[in-house]
Structures are given as C-alpha cells and as structure tokens.
C-alpha cells in the first residue's frame, strides 16, 4: 500500500518560491507507470490540479500556474517536487501530493503553505 | 469557476438515498471517466468510485456512480451519519490537458 508524505516549509513570503517535496514509501516511483502529481484546496475552497510528473521527468501543469511552476522527479530518493515562483496571497492553500492511475488513488495527507510577510 | 458544476449542498435523512450530480461538456466528461472523491474536514480526499461506476477495494456497496453524455452522478444508498463529507467529481478535460473537479457538494445527513 503505497504511503505519500509531504514536507516542506508551512509559511513563504510573498514573491518567494514554495518549495515541497513528497517522499513515497510502498512503491517505486522509477518501477510504477503513473503520473504523481500534486494537487491544492485553499483554505474552505474546492480541489484544483497543480500538476504531475512521469517518472522520466516528464511533466504536465495547470495552464493558470504553467508560468510559475515546475515538478521534478528524484528516482534514486523515491521522491518528486513542486516549486512555485513569485507566490501572493491566492497560493495559500493545502498542497496533497497524491498517485495518478484511474483517478489519484493515494493521497498524502496535506501541507498547509500560508503566504505572509 | 469550476470546470465541472456540482450543487454546493445535498441532504437527506439517514436511511434514505440521495444523489449528487456533476456537469460537464464533451471535452471533459463526455469523452472520459469520472471519479469521485469523499472529504472529511481536515483530512485528505478518498477515492471513492473511478471509471465511472467502479468502486475501488473497501468501499461500501452503498455507493455508487454512474455516467450518461456529459454528466455523472453519485448515488449514495442507506445514508449514515458518518457520510457527512464533501463529495467532489473529477475527469480529465482534452482541452485543458489535465484533470479537473467539480467544485465540491457538502452532503449533510438530517
């Protein structure tokens, strides 16, 4: 049973780059044929796709945030990660890092990143 | 604004059946599965049926979905306490290259 774990700083300055990272435990991320991907609900709102990683690098993000984001892949750390530049406000949220197959069958259990001076 | 529309609220009392709808057009749900997640307040999603109408291991039969053009809906049967969540639809959209959520529907069990 695969287990995903966010980690990263819970408070980023505006203008600032968000950093997280998701460990993965229970399966290979270099052996699987998913996406794993990265997903946020700002405080009280609903669910909305960041992005997602292949574990070649190849990656996918939301249009809204394709200018500001990027998620990479460590293979040999069973770990990807998400970077978001330039972060105001309106990217304060929980960021779930979950597993892509038929719909995001495993979930991390959620970071809460606030962006405030 | 979300891609897929969901109403913000469904209830019923327990033991009853009640259902949640979620909208779309051709390049989202008419063209590929839906899914549907529970969420508890301050907890992570739950898959709870993708493809469509499939229930993944350890989901309770009383849930259950089903898809018609470019709509989807949620059927949950014999309503318990313990269902009050937020129910969200998700799919892949073709124009957009990724997938995307309904805006979430708060069931509350009377």
């Known amino acids: 049973q695969p287990q995903l774990q966010e980690s990263g700083p819970g408070l980023v300055k505006p203008s600032e780059t968000l950093s997280l990272t998701c460990t993965v435990s229970?399966?290979?991320?270099?052996?699987?044929?998913?996406?794993w991907s990265w997903i946020r609900q700002p405080p009280g709102k609903g669910l909305e796709w960041v992005g997602s990683?292949?574990?070649?690098?190849?990656?996918h993000y939301t249009p809204s945030l394709k200018s500001r984001v990027s998620i990479s892949v460590d293979t040999s750390k069973n770990q990807f990660s998400l970077r978001l530049r330039s972060v105001t406000a309106t990217d304060t949220a929980v960021y779930f890092c979950?597993?892509?197959?038929?719909?995001?069958?495993?979930w991390g259990q959620g970071a809460l990143v606030t962006v405030s001076s | 604004q979300s891609v897929l529309t969901q109403p913000p609220s469904a209830s019923g009392p327990p033991g009853q059946r009640v259902t949640i709808s979620c909208s779309g057009s051709?390049?989202?749900?008419?063209?590929?599965?839906v899914n549907w997640y529970q969420q508890f307040p301050g907890t992570a999603p739950k898959l709870l049926i993708n493809?469509?109408?499939h229930r993944p291991s350890g989901v309770p039969g009383r849930f259950s979905g089903s898809k018609s053009g470019t709509s989807a809906s949620l059927a949950i049967s014999g309503l318990q306490s313990g269902d009050e969540a937020n129910y969200y639809c998700?799919?892949?959209?073709?124009?957009?290259?990724?997938?995307?959520f309904g805006g979430g529907t708060k069931l509350t069990v009377l």
């Open positions: 493809n469509n109408d």
């Open positions: 990683v292949f574990r070649t690098g190849d990656s």
């Open positions: 998700a799919t892949w959209d073709d124009s957009l290259n990724g997938p995307v």
């Open positions: 229970g399966d290979s991320i270099s052996g699987s044929s998913y996406y």
């Open positions: 979950a597993r892509h197959a038929a719909g995001f069958d495993y």
């Open positions: 051709r390049s989202n749900i008419g063209n590929n599965d």
